[in-house]
């Protein structure tokens, strides 16, 4: 461990990553992710100076959409240098309604920084991301943002931090202070301090009195949690020897490589403060594509392989597809194949570079760049130059949607243009789910949340240029019987040549809940002809369609027990129309009763909202069948109930509501159940108003 292994410019020798890198910001919703890129790029020089995300004028945060509502609503991606060296940043959106955005991107990037504040409340949120993180096996540094409006000790608030990652905290800088105010940092594995300057690097000063003890204390805090996993490190420690420097930062970059720690660094974005030690961290510490194909599995391959992780449709350019080139080359018009077994032509290559897009001829191992016109490859896919369709590398599963609503075209023409732009819509975003509802005739979008299908409205209107009307969905409401009864058909018309005669007598009776409809015929001697017998069951599924409360009768049986026929007159129309008849007379006097659907729903919240959750349930006619605490989630629950669908309509936006953003369900049709009293005249006299 004593030995020098770094190279001449102070870089660990054989674990600098070579090639582009790929960085993902992220962390929870406004915790300065943006901000960061804008100083990041000024820093570096991709960009004359720093953009505002309330001004509208970042490079991250650039579409229409996100400017609007001043939030990241999807992937920003941005390439600048950095001592020599590439990196292509991408900016993921912190609201849990658009995480699979990010869920998409980091399978491929070298590592991520995520970006927090010292605020326990956006502590689930934190958990669910580097819950995605540690999953993935993604080295991951910790920036904790906006340090210059710390109320806290470092320390305090690297315990209240620490429950939200399964990996040690482990502090790379302690900061100086000026009384109340913080005045800059001092680099523990560096051991050199340094004071912050407005907009500008840092400036080093010397260390000394108490300032000095603090980072001895600090310093030796983290050398402990390094030398848990380095045998020398242990022993010097014990040994009261001070481990060479270049050693420590070998460690450093080894056990965040290895997912065995989070190195915390200390910053605000909004002062470019930290801006310059975070990009020395990353160029010395962050793994490179090498690492990042063995860890996602490629196998050794002399053939070009990227991995699609965003797919977007321009208003103007078609359709792109972004992607991390993880192995050889692609060139402009080369023909690819993707893991979906479809193939495709690259129709122009661009890279991100600040906030414009350039085109160039070629990308190799590690570039991130946009690929233009592959209009059979979807994110997730696997690409390759090779003759035969690569494996699936990456496998990410959408959210089940938690919200939605029911949409139609502002004008009937545009019915074609609205489903082409929802197809188009949701290969954008897998997360959101299109429905066609055959009971109730509604095209329902499905969606995380209401500013995630807020969102997808103002892309349809503006990008694809369809005006929609939308609605809550219908409730698939559905009545049954409580009696039986037996009802004669009769349908008779005489209009000159052949007329029409049909004549049913059907028993119609209730079934257990849940069998469905039943049909069964006890004709004896030819009272209605086999032929007619198939015709007289459509007929009664014709009359079931809508009982006399106004919506689909089940858990009926419907028996044909007798009838009459005419020899010239009947036909299979006039004995379908009988039992239409019979069916529509018998229903009402069947003492008809209204069904709605019932659900369990499994919720998950942080635990100190839980009281918050069950009361939400109750008031919404929720049953609790239990709860317990989410396994392998410290400081989760996990709360179970029955409900209403009529009650799970919004019940997301007041679940977010009292979990600070982080809580969840699904859902899972369970039964059909009566609904009486009040509650069903209000119901059935709502269907009859809109109706």
Same mark, same amino acid.
């Given at each position: 461990m004593g030995q020098d292994l770094r190279g001449p410019q102070g870089t660990p020798q054989g674990t600098q990553a070579s090639g582009p890198r790929c960085i993902a910001l992220v962390g929870p919703f406004q915790s300065g992710k943006t901000t960061l890129l804008e100083a990041i790029l000024a820093r570096t020089g991709a960009i004359p100076k720093a953009g505002s995300v309330d001004q509208g004028t970042s490079v991250g945060d650039a579409s229409a959409e996100a400017r609007q509502h001043k939030m990241g609503v999807g992937l920003t991606a941005a390439t600048t240098s950095f001592m020599g060296e590439t990196y292509t940043f991408i900016d993921c959106p912190g609201s849990i309604e658009f995480a699979h955005d990010m869920r998409a991107a980091i399978p491929a990037v070298d590592a991520a920084v995520v970006v927090c504040e010292a605020d326990e409340r956006k502590l689930p949120q934190?958990?669910?991301?580097?819950?995605?993180?540690?999953?993935?096996?993604? &080295?991951?540094?910790?920036?904790?943002?906006?340090?210059?409006?710390?109320?806290k000790r470092i320390r305090e608030t690297l315990a209240t931090l620490q429950p939200a990652s399964r990996t040690p905290l482990v502090l790379r800088q302690i900061p100086i202070w000026n009384g109340d105010l913080i005045a800059g940092f001092v680099d523990l594995a560096l051991e050199r301090a340094f004071v912050y300057r407005e907009h500008k690097a840092s400036e080093v000063v010397q260390l000394d009195g108490g300032d000095l003890d603090r980072e001895k204390e600090a310093r030796f805090s983290m050398l402990e949690k390094l030398a848990d996993h380095d045998d020398a490190l242990m022993e010097q420690l014990l040994e009261d020897i001070p481990p060479p420097r270049d050693a420590v930062f070998d460690d450093l970059a080894r056990e965040l490589r290895e997912g065995q720690i989070c190195p915390v660094l200390l910053g605000s974005a909004a002062r470019a403060n930290g801006v310059s030690r975070l990009m020395k961290a990353l160029r010395h510490e962050a793994p490179g594509i090498g690492e990042t194909v063995k860890r996602i599995g490629v196998a050794d391959s002399k053939e070009a392989l990227a991995y699609v992780f965003k797919t977007m449709h321009l208003q103007h350019g078609g359709k792109l597809s972004l992607a991390r080139v993880l192995t050889g080359r692609f060139d402009d018009a080369a023909t690819v194949q993707a893991s979906s077994g479809e193939a495709g032509k690259i129709s122009g290559i661009l890279a991100a570079t600040g906030a414009h897009e350039t085109k160039r001829a070629s990308a190799e191992a590690g570039d991130?760049?946009?690929?233009?016109?592959?209009?059979?490859?979807?994110?997730?896919?696997?690409?390759?130059?090779?003759?035969?369709?690569?494996?699936?590398?990456?496998?990410?599963?959408?959210?089940?949607?938690?919200?939605?609503?029911?949409?139609?075209?502002?004008?009937?023409?545009?019915?074609v243009k609205l489903g082409q732009a929802l197809v188009k819509l949701n290969e954008e975003d897998p997360s959101l789910a299109?429905?066609?509802?055959?009971?109730?005739?509604?095209?329902v979008l499905w969606g995380q949340g209401e500013m995630h299908l807020r969102?997808?409205?103002?892309?349809?209107?503006?990008?694809?240029?369809?005006?929609?009307?939308?609605?809550?969905?219908?409730?698939?409401?559905?009545?049954?019987?409580?009696?039986?009864?037996?009802?004669?058909?009769?349908?008779?018309k005489q209009s000159g040549g052949h007329g029409q005669f049909?004549?049913?007598?059907?028993?119609?009776?209730?079934?257990?809940?849940?069998?469905?409809?039943?049909?069964?015929?006890?004709?004896?001697?030819?009272?209605? &002809?086999?032929?007619?017998?198939?015709?007289?069951?459509?007929?009664?599924?014709?009359?079931?369609?809508?009982?006399?409360?106004?919506?689909?009768?089940?858990?009926?049986?419907?028996?044909?027990?007798?009838?009459?026929?005419?020899?010239?007159?009947?036909?299979?129309?006039?004995?379908?129309?009988?039992?239409?008849?019979?069916?529509?007379?018998?229903?009402?006097?069947?003492? &008809?009763?209204?069904?709605?659907?019932?659900?369990?729903?499994?919720?998950?919240?942080?635990?100190?909202?839980?009281?918050?959750?069950?009361?939400?349930?109750?008031?919404?006619?929720?049953?609790?069948?239990g709860f317990d605490t989410r396994e392998g989630?410290?400081?989760?629950?996990?709360?179970?109930?029955?409900?209403?669908?009529?009650?799970?309509?919004?019940?997301?936006?007041?679940?977010?509501?009292?979990?600070?953003?982080?809580?969840?369900?699904?859902?899972?049709?369970?039964?059909?159940?009566?609904?009486?009293?009040?509650?069903?005249?209000?119901?059935i006299a709502a269907h009859r108003a809109a109706a």
């Open positions: 934190l958990q669910i991301i580097l819950r995605e993180l540690e999953d993935l096996n993604i &080295p991951r540094f910790l920036f904790l943002n906006k340090i210059d409006r710390a109320n991130m760049i946009a690929l233009g016109k592959l209009d059979a490859v979807k994110t997730g896919d696997t690409l390759t130059t090779a003759k035969i369709a690569p494996p699936s590398l990456v496998s990410i599963a959408p959210a089940a949607p938690v919200l939605a609503m029911a949409l139609a075209a502002g004008d009937r023409k545009d019915d299109v429905v066609h509802n055959a009971q109730t005739h509604d095209t969102v997808a409205l103002e892309r349809l209107h503006d990008r694809f240029g369809v005006n929609v009307k939308s609605h809550p969905p219908a409730i698939g409401y559905q009545e049954t019987i409580r009696k039986p009864m037996t009802q004669r058909g009769r349908h008779k049909g004549d049913v007598v059907l028993e119609i009776s209730p079934l257990a809940r849940g069998s469905g409809f039943v049909f069964a015929d006890k004709i004896v001697g030819g009272a209605v &002809p086999r032929n007619y017998i198939g015709a007289v069951e459509e007929g009664v599924v014709d009359g079931l369609a809508r009982g006399p409360l106004g919506f689909p009768v089940v858990d009926v049986q419907a028996t044909l027990t007798d009838g009459s026929y005419h020899s010239v007159d009947s036909s299979d129309q006039a004995f379908r129309t009988a039992a239409r008849i019979g069916v529509a007379e018998a229903l009402p006097q069947c003492q &008809p009763v209204l069904l709605e659907p019932i659900h369990v729903v499994e919720i998950v919240c942080p635990s100190d909202a839980t009281a918050k959750i069950n009361a939400i349930l109750s008031a919404r006619r929720g049953q609790i069948l989630w410290t400081g989760w629950d996990c709360v179970r109930a029955m409900m209403p669908e009529a009650e799970i309509g919004d019940l997301i936006v007041e679940l977010r509501s009292a979990t600070a953003g982080a809580g969840s369900f699904t859902r899972q049709f369970d039964r059909m159940a009566e609904v009486n009293g009040r509650a069903a005249d209000q119901i």
